[in-house]
């Protein structure tokens, strides 16, 4: 089965009525996600894409079993939508906004917490299961590049995640379950705490993770590695090799601070534990098939 989202979970869509909201629902619908809701308040009554409108969530949810919820809601907004689905029981949250303020962000997260729930974002494309479900705003050409298979991906970074799925699909390999924890400085949830679903998945061979300087997020995973938390085989691609430390590149959460977080450090790190890290992104179907089809291990681990 896939991780956070299947043919069956039941989507609500909050801001289902906006510009985003309703182009992507439709793409959503097209690509397999079962959509039972949506929410913007004001628009009860309304039909998009012949899905009921609500004007809260606890309206949905008290009509329609819900699962998870897909946010397309504008960065102040966002941590009120999300409260709003966790005060509903929506433990599977997914916001794709890009510049949610830090304190939001801080909040949303130390809550979820508490609710034993998972927000995957904000700055993030979303979540992908190829030829399931959906919940994001991947283009229309995915189906050329997001091909079914037994490869999870969990990544950072937008721009680079397609160039990376691409050669993982290239070398004859699908992926399972793509999730984007997203590039600010404190998402929603960060790569280790998804790692255990992954290792439990029995759809999911092995791991990519798609990092860049910044943050611990790379270094947590080497740890999950070390300690046996993950023992499935594990590709790094990090970006972000030659840039100036102290230096923002791109968003928030691309910058070295406080001596850590560059991409040496997570690249010993990841290497240590184990894993294997290319130099770019055209080796990374490569090192998946030093690891699954050869069979070739550095240290009893790949």
Not at 22 to 33: D, I, L, Q, R
Not at 126 to 155: E, H, L, N, Q
Not at 232 to 239: D, I
Request: glycine letters at 12%; one cysteine or more.
């Amino acid at each position: 089965m896939s991780i956070f989202i299947e043919r069956s979970t039941k989507v609500l869509i909050q801001g289902i009525t906006g510009k985003e909201g309703s182009y992507w629902t439709k793409h959503m619908k097209e690509m397999g996600t079962q959509i039972v809701a949506g929410v913007t308040p004001g628009k009860a009554g309304q039909q998009v894409e012949s899905i009921p409108v609500f004007n809260t969530v606890r309206q949905a949810v008290n009509t329609y079993d819900v699962d998870a919820s897909m946010l397309f809601v504008p960065p102040r907004f966002t941590k009120d939508a999300v409260l709003e689905a966790l005060d509903s029981g929506v433990k599977k949250i997914v916001t794709v906004a890009d510049g949610i303020p830090l304190h939001d962000a801080i909040q949303i997260r130390q809550e979820a917490k508490k609710a034993g729930a998972y927000v995957v974002g904000g700055n993030t494309s979303g979540v992908i299961s190829p030829g399931k479900a959906m919940m994001g705003f991947f283009p229309y050409w995915i189906k050329r590049v997001y091909k079914p298979g037994r490869i999870g991906i969990m990544t950072r970074s937008g721009s680079l995640t397609n160039e990376v799925t691409a050669m993982v699909v290239k070398t004859g390999y699908g992926v399972s379950t793509l999730i984007g924890v997203g590039g600010d400085p404190v998402p929603g949830t960060r790569f280790a705490e998804m790692l255990p679903f992954y290792q439990a998945d029995e759809e999911t061979d092995a791991v990519v993770i798609i990092g860049e300087l910044g943050g611990t997020m790379e270094e947590e995973v080497a740890e999950a590695i070390q300690n046996g938390t993950f023992t499935k085989p594990l590709v790094a691609f990090l970006g972000g090799r030659t840039a100036p430390k102290g230096k923002r590149m791109g968003h928030a959460g691309a910058i070295v601070s406080g001596g850590k977080g560059s991409v040496e450090d997570k690249i010993k790190a990841l290497e240590s534990a184990g894993a294997l890290v290319a130099k770019k992104p055209s080796l990374v179907g490569q090192l998946l098939n030093r690891c699954i089809k050869e069979e070739r291990f550095d240290d009893k681990r790949c």
